[in-house]
């Protein structure tokens, strides 16, 4: 089958992939049973059979030694837990975003140091997009098609990492050979040259984190939120004394607005805003955009240079985390 046949049939994302010919779907499964189904995706409810997510491995342009992840984090999304149904057809520009940690990732590639967000790096790219390509040609969630996101996201091409361990101060977010999947927006920068103490830079993250428009605090039972720290900033922060539980109770207590700005627009008066938030109708009241401070995950990525970025979630998924 010619490629252009793969874009004309909605097969592909865009781009140009590899033909998935059945020498290297084998070569992808490794032995594995094809037939083995783990789960039905969401929302057309197909069923995500191991030949399925080899066949589109090999599109991504994974090499084999990827495919343990990209299994991992597909069992990831199906847990109910993640509700996938929704990150598939919101109108929010939510991807999943894929962290990983262990030896194996770094093994295989997987980078997590500069720029780790950005091209460069084959199994981050490949891996992102091996998972994209699966909720698109077995989800069937396109974009205007049960896919409803307003916009979009370039996240939505390609969202995957590798936690930079050795440069955090708190050790992984995840011990062992581990992905963590996480719905969450594009990473939003927070640009900090000057802070020289934990709190100056942390007061930055938090204001960085809420916003009128944020999607973070519409949904106040079930939203989390995602601090990614660079090095240098991580290095500073811990210099100070502060674990990582110190780390997401400062988040948790200074990612806030009053209630008098929340009243202004964004999300407020929803149908589904919880109950509780209408306990009290004190416009100082600084409210918490996440439930607890366990809601606020902690992880260390990127190179040298004074940034830092936090990942607004969808608010109706939280993350789940499965074995390699």
Not at 30 to 42: V, Y
Not at 208 to 223: E, I
Not at 265 to 294: C, F, H, I, K, Y
Request: with cysteine; aromatic share 8%; net charge negative.
């Amino acid at each position: 089958m010619l490629l252009g046949e793969f874009t004309e049939r909605a097969w592909s994302d865009g781009l140009p992939i590899v033909p998935p010919t059945e020498p290297r779907v084998a070569a992808m499964l490794g032995g594995r049973d094809g037939a083995k189904s783990l789960g039905a995706m969401p929302p057309l409810w197909r069923q995500a059979t191991l030949e399925k997510l080899a066949v589109n491995a090999v599109m991504a342009g994974c090499e084999p030694e990827a495919f343990p992840i990209v299994q991992a984090a597909v069992e990831a999304m199906l847990d109910p837990t993640f509700n996938l149904y929704g990150v598939q057809a919101t109108t929010h520009p939510v991807a999943p975003l894929l962290v990983v940690n262990g030896p194996y990732g770094r093994r295989i590639g997987l980078h997590g140091g500069s720029g780790c967000f950005g091209p460069g790096f084959r199994a981050n790219a490949t891996i992102g997009r091996a998972v994209r390509l699966i909720l698109l040609n077995v989800g069937g969630a396109w974009p205007g098609r049960y896919d409803m996101a307003t916009q979009g996201s370039p996240a939505k091409f390609s969202y995957c990492i590798a936690e930079h361990e050795e440069a955090s101060p708190w050790g992984p977010l995840r011990d062992g050979d581990t992905v963590t999947v996480y719905g969450g927006e594009a990473p939003h920068n927070v640009n900090d040259h000057v802070s020289t103490t934990a709190s100056g830079i942390l007061t930055n993250v938090a204001d960085t984190a809420v916003s009128l428009g944020s999607n973070v605090g519409w949904y106040f039972s079930q939203a989390q939120l995602m601090v990614v720290l660079g090095p240098e900033h991580a290095r500073t922060i811990a210099g100070d004394g502060f674990t990582r539980a110190d780390v997401q109770r400062f988040v948790y207590e200074n990612a806030r607005q009053p209630l008098s700005l929340m009243r202004l627009g964004g999300m407020w008066g929803m149908q589904d805003w919880p109950g509780w938030m209408n306990a009290t109708s004190d416009p100082d009241a600084r409210l918490p955009r996440v439930p607890s401070p366990e809601d606020v995950f902690v992880v260390v990525a990127g190179g040298s240079g004074k940034h830092s970025a936090v990942v607004p979630n969808c608010t109706f998924s939280r993350a789940v985390s499965r074995d390699i």
